[in-house]
Protein backbone atom coordinates (compact mmCIF):
# COMPACT_ATOMS: atom_id res chain seq x y z
CA UNK A 1 0.00 0.00 0.00
CA UNK A 2 1.99 2.47 -1.28
CA UNK A 3 -0.60 5.91 -1.64
CA UNK A 4 -2.95 6.46 0.46
CA UNK A 5 -5.43 9.45 0.35
CA UNK A 6 -7.93 10.82 2.47
CA UNK A 7 -11.29 12.71 2.76
CA UNK A 8 -12.95 13.71 6.30
CA UNK A 9 -16.32 15.07 6.41
CA UNK A 10 -18.11 16.42 9.33
CA UNK A 11 -16.69 17.62 12.91
CA UNK A 12 -13.35 18.82 14.31
CA UNK A 13 -13.76 15.52 16.19
CA UNK A 14 -13.56 13.73 12.82
CA UNK A 15 -10.43 15.75 11.48
CA UNK A 16 -8.31 14.82 14.94
CA UNK A 17 -8.78 11.32 14.55
CA UNK A 18 -8.27 11.19 10.57
CA UNK A 19 -4.53 12.93 11.45
CA UNK A 20 -3.96 10.17 13.78
CA UNK A 21 -4.58 7.60 10.75
CA UNK A 22 -3.01 9.40 9.27
CA UNK A 23 0.26 9.03 11.05
CA UNK A 24 0.01 5.76 11.39
CA UNK A 25 0.22 4.99 7.91
CA UNK A 26 2.77 7.44 7.37
CA UNK A 27 5.01 6.13 9.90
CA UNK A 28 4.88 2.85 8.18
CA UNK A 29 6.40 4.22 5.38
CA UNK A 30 2.71 5.05 3.13
CA UNK A 31 2.76 8.22 1.45
CA UNK A 32 -0.18 10.40 2.25
CA UNK A 33 -1.35 12.52 -0.98
CA UNK A 34 -4.28 14.26 -1.76
CA UNK A 35 -7.56 12.96 -2.14
CA UNK A 36 -7.99 14.25 -6.13
CA UNK A 37 -4.49 12.27 -6.94
CA UNK A 38 -4.74 8.63 -7.79
CA UNK A 39 -4.14 6.27 -4.98
CA UNK A 40 -4.13 2.90 -3.64
CA UNK A 41 -6.08 3.36 -0.43
CA UNK A 42 -8.94 5.92 -0.36
CA UNK A 43 -10.30 6.40 3.17
CA UNK A 44 -13.23 8.12 3.64
CA UNK A 45 -14.13 9.16 7.34
CA UNK A 46 -17.96 10.03 7.11
CA UNK A 47 -20.43 12.40 9.24
CA UNK A 48 -24.09 11.29 9.51
CA UNK A 49 -25.29 14.28 11.33
CA UNK A 50 -27.80 15.23 8.68
CA UNK A 51 -29.37 13.78 5.38
CA UNK A 52 -27.00 16.12 3.83
CA UNK A 53 -23.93 14.88 5.21
CA UNK A 54 -25.23 11.02 4.09
CA UNK A 55 -25.69 12.43 0.52
CA UNK A 56 -22.16 14.07 0.47
CA UNK A 57 -20.35 10.50 1.80
CA UNK A 58 -21.70 8.65 -0.81
CA UNK A 59 -20.67 11.18 -3.53
CA UNK A 60 -17.34 10.86 -2.07
CA UNK A 61 -16.66 7.49 -2.08
CA UNK A 62 -18.30 6.83 -5.66
CA UNK A 63 -16.09 9.99 -6.65
CA UNK A 64 -12.99 7.63 -5.06
CA UNK A 65 -13.94 4.79 -7.20
CA UNK A 66 -13.75 6.61 -10.23
CA UNK A 67 -10.10 8.16 -9.61
CA UNK A 68 -9.06 4.59 -9.21
CA UNK A 69 -11.03 1.83 -9.89
CA UNK A 70 -8.79 -0.35 -8.95
CA UNK A 71 -8.07 1.07 -5.39
CA UNK A 72 -9.15 -0.17 -1.88
CA UNK A 73 -11.73 2.16 -0.47
CA UNK A 74 -11.92 2.18 3.44
CA UNK A 75 -14.98 4.36 4.64
CA UNK A 76 -14.85 4.57 8.57
CA UNK A 77 -17.03 6.88 10.90
CA UNK A 78 -20.24 8.01 11.46
CA UNK A 79 -22.07 6.68 8.71
CA UNK A 80 -19.93 3.64 8.62
CA UNK A 81 -22.02 3.02 12.09
CA UNK A 82 -25.23 3.67 11.45
CA UNK A 83 -25.53 2.43 8.19
CA UNK A 84 -22.85 -0.72 7.44
CA UNK A 85 -25.33 -2.50 4.98
CA UNK A 86 -25.75 0.50 3.02
CA UNK A 87 -21.92 1.65 2.78
CA UNK A 88 -20.87 -1.85 2.01
CA UNK A 89 -23.16 -1.94 -1.24
CA UNK A 90 -21.23 1.14 -2.34
CA UNK A 91 -18.71 0.60 -5.12
CA UNK A 92 -15.72 -0.41 -4.46
CA UNK A 93 -15.66 -0.36 -0.94
CA UNK A 94 -13.62 -2.99 0.54
CA UNK A 95 -13.37 -1.64 4.44
CA UNK A 96 -16.31 -0.57 6.55
CA UNK A 97 -15.58 0.92 10.00
CA UNK A 98 -18.16 2.62 12.37
CA UNK A 99 -16.64 4.29 15.41
CA UNK A 100 -15.35 1.30 17.78
CA UNK A 101 -12.96 0.39 15.66
CA UNK A 102 -11.92 2.75 13.17
CA UNK A 103 -8.90 3.39 15.07
CA UNK A 104 -7.45 -0.11 13.72
CA UNK A 105 -8.06 0.55 10.68
CA UNK A 106 -4.14 0.08 9.63
CA UNK A 107 -3.96 -3.28 11.55
CA UNK A 108 -7.42 -4.13 9.66
CA UNK A 109 -5.77 -3.60 6.29
CA UNK A 110 -2.74 -6.37 7.20
CA UNK A 111 -5.30 -8.76 8.17
CA UNK A 112 -7.33 -8.56 4.84
CA UNK A 113 -11.06 -7.14 4.15
CA UNK A 114 -13.44 -6.12 7.14
CA UNK A 115 -16.86 -5.51 5.42
CA UNK A 116 -19.02 -5.06 8.93
CA UNK A 117 -18.72 -5.36 12.88
CA UNK A 118 -20.01 -6.63 15.95
CA UNK A 119 -22.64 -4.03 16.67
CA UNK A 120 -22.27 -5.17 20.34
CA UNK A 121 -18.66 -4.17 20.93
CA UNK A 122 -18.45 -1.59 23.54
CA UNK A 123 -16.73 2.16 21.52
CA UNK A 124 -13.35 2.78 23.53
CA UNK A 125 -12.20 6.13 24.35
CA UNK A 126 -9.52 6.21 21.81
CA UNK A 127 -7.47 10.23 22.26
CA UNK A 128 -6.37 11.59 18.93
CA UNK A 129 -5.44 15.19 17.91
CA UNK A 130 -4.72 16.96 14.06
CA UNK A 131 -1.41 18.85 13.59
CA UNK A 132 -2.18 18.97 9.52
CA UNK A 133 -2.30 22.85 10.11
CA UNK A 134 0.74 23.61 11.52
CA UNK A 135 -0.53 26.33 14.15
CA UNK A 136 -3.51 25.03 15.78
CA UNK A 137 -4.43 21.13 16.73
CA UNK A 138 -8.05 19.59 17.36
CA UNK A 139 -7.47 17.47 20.47
CA UNK A 140 -9.95 14.92 21.24
CA UNK A 141 -10.70 14.55 25.24
CA UNK A 142 -13.72 13.12 25.12
CA UNK A 143 -15.97 11.01 22.50
CA UNK A 144 -20.10 10.20 22.97
CA UNK A 145 -23.26 11.54 24.37
CA UNK A 146 -25.96 10.30 26.91
CA UNK A 147 -28.40 12.81 26.22
CA UNK A 148 -30.23 11.39 23.59
CA UNK A 149 -31.58 15.01 22.74
CA UNK A 150 -35.04 13.61 20.26
CA UNK A 151 -33.57 15.17 16.81
CA UNK A 152 -29.95 13.85 17.48
CA UNK A 153 -28.47 10.32 16.32
CA UNK A 154 -25.00 11.37 17.54
CA UNK A 155 -25.17 8.88 20.62
CA UNK A 156 -26.10 6.15 18.10
CA UNK A 157 -23.11 6.96 15.84
CA UNK A 158 -20.59 7.96 18.69
CA UNK A 159 -22.53 5.85 21.71
CA UNK A 160 -22.19 6.64 25.13
CA UNK A 161 -19.86 9.48 26.92
CA UNK A 162 -16.41 8.44 27.72
CA UNK A 163 -13.25 10.16 28.01
CA UNK A 164 -9.59 9.64 29.57
CA UNK A 165 -8.20 10.38 33.02
CA UNK A 166 -6.70 14.09 33.43
CA UNK A 167 -3.62 12.48 34.00
CA UNK A 168 -3.66 10.63 30.40
CA UNK A 169 -5.10 13.50 28.97
CA UNK A 170 -2.35 15.99 29.62
CA UNK A 171 0.41 13.36 28.81
CA UNK A 172 -1.10 13.18 25.28
CA UNK A 173 -1.33 17.38 25.82
CA UNK A 174 2.42 17.36 26.15
CA UNK A 175 2.85 15.64 22.71
CA UNK A 176 1.12 17.80 20.98
CA UNK A 177 3.05 20.62 22.42
CA UNK A 178 6.11 19.05 21.38
CA UNK A 179 5.00 19.53 17.73
CA UNK A 180 5.45 22.95 17.83
CA UNK A 181 1.44 24.53 17.46
CA UNK A 182 0.67 27.29 19.50
CA UNK A 183 -2.63 26.51 19.72
CA UNK A 184 -4.94 23.69 20.95
CA UNK A 185 -8.66 23.66 20.22
CA UNK A 186 -10.39 21.04 22.31
CA UNK A 187 -12.86 18.79 21.02
CA UNK A 188 -15.56 15.86 21.51
CA UNK A 189 -19.14 15.21 20.90
CA UNK A 190 -19.85 16.70 24.78
CA UNK A 191 -16.52 17.90 26.23
CA UNK A 192 -18.44 19.80 29.12
CA UNK A 193 -19.40 16.03 30.65
CA UNK A 194 -15.23 15.25 30.65
CA UNK A 195 -14.07 12.87 33.35
CA UNK A 196 -17.80 12.39 34.83
CA UNK A 197 -17.51 8.60 35.17
CA UNK A 198 -13.57 9.19 36.40
CA UNK A 199 -15.30 11.07 39.09
CA UNK A 200 -13.11 14.13 37.50
CA UNK A 201 -14.27 17.09 35.68
CA UNK A 202 -13.83 19.52 32.80
CA UNK A 203 -12.82 22.73 35.60
CA UNK A 204 -10.20 20.45 36.76
CA UNK A 205 -8.90 19.69 33.41
CA UNK A 206 -8.79 23.18 32.35
CA UNK A 207 -7.09 23.63 35.33
CA UNK A 208 -3.97 21.75 34.24
CA UNK A 209 -4.15 22.92 30.82
CA UNK A 210 -3.11 25.96 31.99
CA UNK A 211 -0.18 25.10 33.52
CA UNK A 212 1.02 23.00 29.95
CA UNK A 213 4.18 24.57 28.06
CA UNK A 214 4.82 24.78 25.25
CA UNK A 215 1.37 26.04 24.22
CA UNK A 216 0.45 30.01 24.09
CA UNK A 217 -3.21 29.28 23.99
CA UNK A 218 -6.24 27.00 24.73
CA UNK A 219 -9.29 27.24 22.82
CA UNK A 220 -12.54 25.45 24.33
CA UNK A 221 -15.00 23.60 22.02
CA UNK A 222 -18.45 23.46 21.91
CA UNK A 223 -19.94 23.42 26.05
CA UNK A 224 -23.76 22.75 26.65
CA UNK A 225 -24.99 25.54 28.87
CA UNK A 226 -26.08 23.31 31.57
CA UNK A 227 -22.73 21.76 31.83
CA UNK A 228 -20.46 25.81 31.59
CA UNK A 229 -20.31 26.30 34.72
CA UNK A 230 -19.72 29.41 36.77
CA UNK A 231 -16.00 28.27 37.76
CA UNK A 232 -15.61 27.21 33.84
CA UNK A 233 -16.26 31.07 32.86
CA UNK A 234 -14.24 32.71 36.16
CA UNK A 235 -11.33 30.84 35.07
CA UNK A 236 -11.67 31.53 31.73
CA UNK A 237 -11.79 35.40 32.56
CA UNK A 238 -8.45 35.23 34.74
CA UNK A 239 -6.64 33.19 32.15
CA UNK A 240 -4.12 34.41 29.97
CA UNK A 241 -3.45 30.95 28.57
CA UNK A 242 -7.41 29.76 27.57
CA UNK A 243 -9.00 31.37 25.12
CA UNK A 244 -12.11 34.48 25.65
CA UNK A 245 -13.90 32.11 23.16
CA UNK A 246 -17.54 30.66 23.67
CA UNK A 247 -19.39 28.19 21.75
CA UNK A 248 -22.73 27.17 23.62
CA UNK A 249 -25.35 25.38 21.43
CA UNK A 250 -28.73 26.76 22.30
CA UNK A 251 -30.43 25.06 19.12
CA UNK A 252 -34.04 26.42 19.76
CA UNK A 253 -34.93 29.67 21.27
CA UNK A 254 -38.35 29.08 22.25
CA UNK A 255 -39.06 26.77 25.86
CA UNK A 256 -41.81 25.04 24.22
CA UNK A 257 -39.65 23.50 21.55
CA UNK A 258 -36.76 23.05 24.00
CA UNK A 259 -38.78 20.65 26.01
CA UNK A 260 -39.91 18.86 22.88
CA UNK A 261 -36.01 18.83 21.85
CA UNK A 262 -35.57 16.52 25.03
CA UNK A 263 -32.57 19.82 26.34
CA UNK A 264 -31.95 19.96 30.09
CA UNK A 265 -32.51 23.90 30.10
CA UNK A 266 -34.87 26.87 29.49
CA UNK A 267 -33.88 29.85 27.95
CA UNK A 268 -33.17 31.89 30.76
CA UNK A 269 -30.62 29.60 32.05
CA UNK A 270 -29.07 30.28 28.48
CA UNK A 271 -29.54 33.77 28.76
CA UNK A 272 -28.03 33.97 32.41
CA UNK A 273 -24.88 32.40 31.15
CA UNK A 274 -24.86 34.33 28.25
CA UNK A 275 -25.08 37.85 30.61
CA UNK A 276 -22.25 36.42 32.84
CA UNK A 277 -20.18 36.12 30.42
CA UNK A 278 -20.57 39.21 29.05
CA UNK A 279 -20.08 40.50 33.09
CA UNK A 280 -16.74 39.09 33.29
CA UNK A 281 -15.52 39.14 29.46
CA UNK A 282 -16.84 41.88 28.35
CA UNK A 283 -14.78 41.22 24.52
CA UNK A 284 -15.38 37.23 24.63
CA UNK A 285 -16.76 35.88 21.22
CA UNK A 286 -20.10 33.80 21.78
CA UNK A 287 -21.03 31.85 19.12
CA UNK A 288 -24.67 29.53 19.45
CA UNK A 289 -26.21 26.89 17.98
CA UNK A 290 -29.50 27.21 16.21
CA UNK A 291 -32.01 24.35 14.60
CA UNK A 292 -34.13 26.12 12.23
CA UNK A 293 -37.74 23.96 11.65
CA UNK A 294 -37.83 21.74 14.06
CA UNK A 295 -40.99 19.94 13.41
CA UNK A 296 -43.53 21.21 16.64
CA UNK A 297 -42.00 24.83 16.12
CA UNK A 298 -44.98 26.78 15.21
CA UNK A 299 -44.81 30.29 13.45
CA UNK A 300 -45.82 31.95 16.57
CA UNK A 301 -43.01 30.18 18.33
CA UNK A 302 -40.41 30.60 15.60
CA UNK A 303 -40.74 34.26 15.45
CA UNK A 304 -40.82 34.71 19.46
CA UNK A 305 -37.91 32.65 19.61
CA UNK A 306 -36.21 35.05 16.79
CA UNK A 307 -37.12 38.30 18.87
CA UNK A 308 -35.37 36.43 21.97
CA UNK A 309 -32.33 35.82 20.13
CA UNK A 310 -32.06 39.40 19.31
CA UNK A 311 -31.46 40.07 22.78
CA UNK A 312 -28.79 38.08 23.37
CA UNK A 313 -25.13 39.85 23.32
CA UNK A 314 -24.02 36.60 20.90
CA UNK A 315 -21.16 37.13 18.46
CA UNK A 316 -22.71 34.86 15.49
CA UNK A 317 -24.92 31.52 15.20
CA UNK A 318 -24.72 28.45 13.76
CA UNK A 319 -27.73 27.62 11.96
CA UNK A 320 -28.76 24.20 10.87
CA UNK A 321 -31.84 22.96 8.91
CA UNK A 322 -33.24 20.77 10.89
CA UNK A 323 -32.86 16.96 9.14
CA UNK A 324 -34.94 13.85 10.04
CA UNK A 325 -32.14 11.05 11.95
CA UNK A 326 -34.35 7.71 11.63
CA UNK A 327 -32.55 6.65 14.64
CA UNK A 328 -33.96 10.12 16.62
CA UNK A 329 -37.01 9.87 18.81
CA UNK A 330 -38.22 13.14 16.66
CA UNK A 331 -37.86 10.83 13.71
CA UNK A 332 -40.84 11.07 11.74
CA UNK A 333 -43.05 13.97 13.19
CA UNK A 334 -44.82 15.62 10.76
CA UNK A 335 -43.77 19.40 10.70
CA UNK A 336 -46.62 21.90 11.97
CA UNK A 337 -45.33 24.01 9.20
CA UNK A 338 -46.04 24.88 6.11
CA UNK A 339 -43.70 24.26 2.86
CA UNK A 340 -40.49 26.56 1.77
CA UNK A 341 -40.85 27.45 5.99
CA UNK A 342 -37.74 25.55 6.75
CA UNK A 343 -35.51 28.04 4.41
CA UNK A 344 -37.20 31.18 5.30
CA UNK A 345 -36.64 30.73 9.02
CA UNK A 346 -32.68 29.54 8.45
CA UNK A 347 -32.17 32.44 6.11
CA UNK A 348 -33.92 34.76 8.96
CA UNK A 349 -31.23 33.14 11.19
CA UNK A 350 -28.56 33.73 8.51
CA UNK A 351 -29.28 37.20 8.27
CA UNK A 352 -28.96 37.70 11.96
CA UNK A 353 -26.20 35.79 12.67
CA UNK A 354 -24.46 38.17 10.00
CA UNK A 355 -25.73 41.42 11.34
CA UNK A 356 -24.44 40.08 14.74
CA UNK A 357 -21.03 38.96 13.76
CA UNK A 358 -20.56 42.51 11.89
CA UNK A 359 -21.86 44.23 14.81
CA UNK A 360 -19.27 42.19 16.67
CA UNK A 361 -16.31 43.09 15.03
CA UNK A 362 -16.97 47.03 14.69
CA UNK A 363 -16.66 47.09 18.78
CA UNK A 364 -12.91 46.14 17.35
CA UNK A 365 -12.61 48.19 14.79
CA UNK A 366 -9.44 50.63 15.09
CA UNK A 367 -7.56 48.82 18.09
CA UNK A 368 -5.01 46.18 17.73
CA UNK A 369 -4.71 42.31 18.89
CA UNK A 370 -2.61 39.42 18.76
CA UNK A 371 -2.45 37.62 15.88
CA UNK A 372 -1.96 33.31 14.89
CA UNK A 373 -1.11 33.37 11.70
CA UNK A 374 -2.13 30.32 9.66
CA UNK A 375 -0.24 28.31 7.12
CA UNK A 376 -2.41 28.51 4.01
CA UNK A 377 -1.82 30.48 1.29
CA UNK A 378 -5.17 31.73 0.04
CA UNK A 379 -4.74 33.88 -3.47
CA UNK A 380 -1.75 35.16 -1.78
CA UNK A 381 -3.43 35.90 1.32
CA UNK A 382 -2.67 34.46 4.86
CA UNK A 383 -5.16 34.37 7.59
CA UNK A 384 -5.07 34.79 10.91
CA UNK A 385 -7.41 35.21 14.85
CA UNK A 386 -7.32 36.85 17.58
CA UNK A 387 -7.76 35.40 21.09
CA UNK A 388 -11.39 36.63 21.10
CA UNK A 389 -11.40 34.52 17.22
CA UNK A 390 -11.81 37.90 15.45
CA UNK A 391 -10.58 36.85 11.69
CA UNK A 392 -7.63 39.13 10.13
CA UNK A 393 -6.16 38.96 6.88
CA UNK A 394 -2.79 40.01 5.57
CA UNK A 395 -0.64 39.10 2.51
CA UNK A 396 0.85 35.91 2.66
CA UNK A 397 4.53 35.86 3.97
CA UNK A 398 6.35 32.09 5.28
CA UNK A 399 7.92 33.99 8.44
CA UNK A 400 4.96 34.88 9.98
CA UNK A 401 3.45 31.34 9.83
CA UNK A 402 2.70 30.25 13.28
CA UNK A 403 3.92 33.10 15.32
CA UNK A 404 1.86 35.34 17.16
CA UNK A 405 2.08 39.50 16.21
CA UNK A 406 0.21 42.33 17.44
CA UNK A 407 -1.47 43.36 14.71
CA UNK A 408 -3.93 46.37 13.71
CA UNK A 409 -7.58 45.93 13.07
CA UNK A 410 -8.09 48.24 10.45
CA UNK A 411 -10.62 47.74 7.46
CA UNK A 412 -13.65 45.22 7.83
CA UNK A 413 -14.92 43.64 5.15
CA UNK A 414 -16.42 40.42 3.78
CA UNK A 415 -13.64 37.87 2.11
CA UNK A 416 -14.09 35.89 -1.06
CA UNK A 417 -15.82 33.34 1.31
CA UNK A 418 -18.44 35.70 1.99
CA UNK A 419 -17.37 36.15 5.91
CA UNK A 420 -16.44 39.01 7.87
CA UNK A 421 -12.55 39.94 8.76
CA UNK A 422 -10.31 42.89 9.06
CA UNK A 423 -8.00 43.17 6.32
Avoid at 60 to 83: M, T, W, Y
Avoid at 88 to 110: A, C, I, S, W
Avoid at 177 to 195: C, H, P, Q, S, Y
Wanted: hydrophobic share 40%; aromatic share 10%.
Amino acid sequence: MRKVAFYTLGCRLNFAESSDLMRRFSESGCEVVPFEQAADLYVINTCTVTAAAEKKCRQIIRSAHRLNPEAKIAVVGCFSELRPQEVEQLPGVDFVLGNRNKHRLFEYMQEGSVKTEDQAEAMPFVPSYSTLGRTRSFFKIQDGCNNFCSFCAIPFARGRSRSDTIERTMQTASEIARTGVKEIVLTGVNIGDFGRYQGENFYGLLRQLEQLSGVERIRIGSVEPDLLGDDIIKLVAESRKLMPHFHIPLQAAHDDVLKKMKRHYGRSFYADRVDMIRRLIPHAFIACDVIAGFPTETDTQFQEGLEFLETLDLSALHVFSYSDREEAAASKIPAVYGAGELARRSAALHALSDAKKQAFYVRFSGTEAPVLWESDNEGGYMYGYTPNYLRVRRVFDENLVNTIVTTPLRALEKDAGKDWCFA
